[in-house]
């Protein structure tokens, strides 16, 4: 069955083929669901209620621009949904710059590192990190989905980019410390 097709019988709410849309699309909107949210239970949780809203919402699918891309903009709204109104979200009064300087260096750190980084950031630092660095949304958007200010999304993306540099480093000068020591160039710490 052709993704056309799917989506067809999805409109006409045919169980079946919407078992087969979850199974084809579930692993990539989880991954969405995981990085809005603060934990995998409510990640879980948040991928029930996108696939819900998707099976409801389908019929206003018009087949223009990308399925996969529908798809996640239902899911990051649904998921931005339950947290719209909650106090982590609100702004936060420090006045801090949309950009950090960052000294550059040959610093390595696994993908797997950075994402579980990016996982323990406070969650309004973490759902605008996301929405503007990973998911490309302008500081205007992010307000509109929030229910911030424009000057409450650069900061609170300044904020999560000074603790995100703030990990790495700590993670970098361990990694350095322990190459000392398992080379014997440091021998007590």
Known sequence: MSLEELIQQCKKNDRRAQAVLYSKFSAILFGVCLKYSPNKTEAEDSLHDSFMTIYEKIGQYKSQGSFEGWLKRITINTVLQKYRKKEYLNAITENTEDTIEVEEENTEISLQTLLSYIQELPTKYR???????????????????????????????????????????????????????????????
């Open 127 to 189: 759902t605008t990190f996301n929405l503007y660095v990973l998911d490309g949304y302008s500081h205007k958007e992010i307000s509109e989905l929030l229910g911030t200010t424009v000057g409450t999304s650069k900061s609170n993306l300044a904020r999560a980019r000074i603790i995100l540099k703030e990990k790495i480093e700590t993670k970098t000068s361990q990694s350095i410390i322990v190459g000392l020591i398992v080379f014997g160039i440091m021998e007590n710490i």
